[in-house]
């Protein structure tokens, strides 16, 4: 199953200094993300695409380092990062 989570790019970061870019991409694959986010600007698609990116390799990354060093005296063998998708990250619990 693949689930797609919804990033609020203005909600969650606070403003920066933008870089300009030039990307060659896929138009079909472009309009179909246009039509996954409901946004029509290029710009707010790869900057979210970007930051599921991040997200997607923090997470990698601390599955890995959780499988080599498992904590407690557990012991993992093979980690799914896809564990981590639906819990609540936000402390706060909103």
């Known amino acids: 199953m693949i689930r797609f989570l919804s990033?609020?790019?203005?909600?969650?970061?606070?403003?920066?200094?933008?870089?300009?870019?030039?990307?060659?991409?896929?138009?079909?694959?472009?309009?179909?993300?246009?039509?996954?986010?409901?946004?029509?600007?290029?710009?707010?698609?790869?900057?979210?695409?970007?930051?599921?990116l991040i997200e997607d390799e923090l997470e990698r990354i601390h599955a890995e380092g959780y499988a080599r060093l498992p904590q407690a005296g557990e012991t993992v063998e093979t980690v799914d990062a896809g564990i981590w998708a639906d819990l609540d990250w936000d402390e706060g619990g909103e």
């Not at 870089?19 to 309009?31: F, G, N, Q, W």
Request: overall charge neutral; hydrophobic content about 45%.
């Open 7 to 52: 990033i609020q790019i203005s909600d969650t970061m606070p403003p920066m200094a933008k870089v300009k870019i030039s990307a060659t991409v896929d138009p079909a694959r472009l309009e179909r993300a246009k039509e996954l986010t409901g946004v029509s600007s290029v710009s707010e698609v790869l900057e979210r695409g970007l930051v599921a």
